[in-house]
């Protein structure tokens, strides 16, 4: 495993990181969502994602990682960096979503029960909730880290100018934001209008989630659409996005890769690793060959000036 410095700060995290977005809720098959955990540490994958609606049902990726950490991690406690996030729906009434002070921290009084912990590592706000003064969700965060629940603050899915606020209301209540979380791959480059330059600037760490965009960017789906991949649950990787047009990319894209000697997957973990600006790739898996695979990217970070234009005209649709 290699390690980046999140922004300027004291830590560094792992080049990949796990989600457990999906695959490890309760109604997941828990040894292999245990066998895939075991696997990523044993890999110096060192830091493990999660939120409070993570499962399904919500809260039971939380408790299936307690369960886990309890059986293998506690030992390691201090090797790990844990994090969880509110912001997104999770229980019933007003106070169950979005970014008020009452939810965040009640949330993650929540989250550290089902995991068993005294304290994450990175609290996040899930995302910004534009009726909320962002003082108030920025306050939560300040809490979580003062009262000890949580060590850093980060945030997710708040665009360049939300971020600059952010990361000014934070400093100014003397909590530095560690991490900002957003959505970068091939098939997604918003954070490159602005946002990477933000947090460059405010020395704030990126994560970028679904690198390889819940798995298009594999090989996953060049001969239709296995029965136990995301695709075919049709729900937040829909049927109807995988058509031609794209799958014409994704051919493109898995040539290119073969002739870097890589696999489409570790092409795109390496792809979004070649801006120093990226601290971590966060991806998520269904099982153990997934996580070797990924992390098999870590052979070759280097793309020619040549590859790079080749992807682009890919991705252009040229
Ligand atoms: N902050 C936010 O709002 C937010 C939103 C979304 C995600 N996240 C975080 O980001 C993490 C990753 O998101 P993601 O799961 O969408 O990431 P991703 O890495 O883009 O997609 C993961 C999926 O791709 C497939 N896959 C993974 N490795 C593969 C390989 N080597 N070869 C072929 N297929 C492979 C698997 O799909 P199959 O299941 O089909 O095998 C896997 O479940 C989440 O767990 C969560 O922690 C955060």
């Known amino acids: 495993m290699q390690y980046r410095r999140s922004g300027r700060s004291g830590i560094q995290l792992p080049t990949i990181s796990l989600g457990l977005w999906h695959n490890f809720g309760g109604v997941d098959n828990f040894e292999n969502s245990r066998a895939m955990l075991r696997r990523a540490f044993d890999l110096g994958i060192t830091h493990f994602d999660l939120a409070n609606n993570y499962g399904p049902p919500y809260g039971s990726a939380e408790e299936t990682f307690g369960q886990i950490l309890k059986k293998d991690f506690l030992p390691y406690r201090d090797e790990l960096i844990i994090s969880t996030k509110a912001g997104w729906d999770m229980w019933p ?15 993650l009084d929540q989250s550290l029960k089902r995991m068993g912990l005294e304290y994450v590592d990175i609290f996040y706000h899930h995302r910004p909730d534009p009726d909320t003064p962002m003082e108030e969700s920025m306050g939560a965060l300040d809490t979580a880290v003062r009262s000890g ?10 665009n360049a100018k939300q971020t600059s606020e952010a990361v000014k209301i934070l400093r100014d209540l003397g909590t530095h934001c560690l991490i900002h979380q957003p959505k970068y791959s ?4 918003d954070p490159e209008q602005g946002l990477f330059d933000v947090l460059e600037k405010e020395g704030v760490g990126s994560i970028v989630f679904s690198p390889l965009a819940q798995g298009l960017l594999s090989d996953r ?14 729900f937040f990787l829909k049927k109807k996005d995988i058509g031609e047009a794209t799958l014409a990319k994704v051919r493109a894209l898995n040539e290119i890769a073969g002739q870097r000697g890589q696999t489409l997957a570790e092409m795109a973990v390496a792809w979004v690793l070649r801006d120093p ?14 996580v070797d695979d990924n992390v098999a990217a870590l052979k070759n970070l280097k793309f020619s000036a040549e590859e790079l234009r080749k992807i682009d005209g890919v991705l252009a649709g040229k």
């Open 186 to 189: 091939m098939f997604v480059r």
């Open 277 to 290: 600006r990226v601290t971590s790739a966060l991806v998520g898996t269904s099982k153990v060959s997934q």
């Open 149 to 158: 629940r949580a060590l850093y603050a980060g945030i997710s899915a708040y």
């Open 93 to 107: 009434g007003p106070y169950g979503d979005l970014g008020s002070r009452k939810y965040m921290l009640a949330s």
């Open 221 to 234: 789906y060049l001969k239709g659409i296995p029965s136990d991949s995301r695709a075919a649950r049709d």
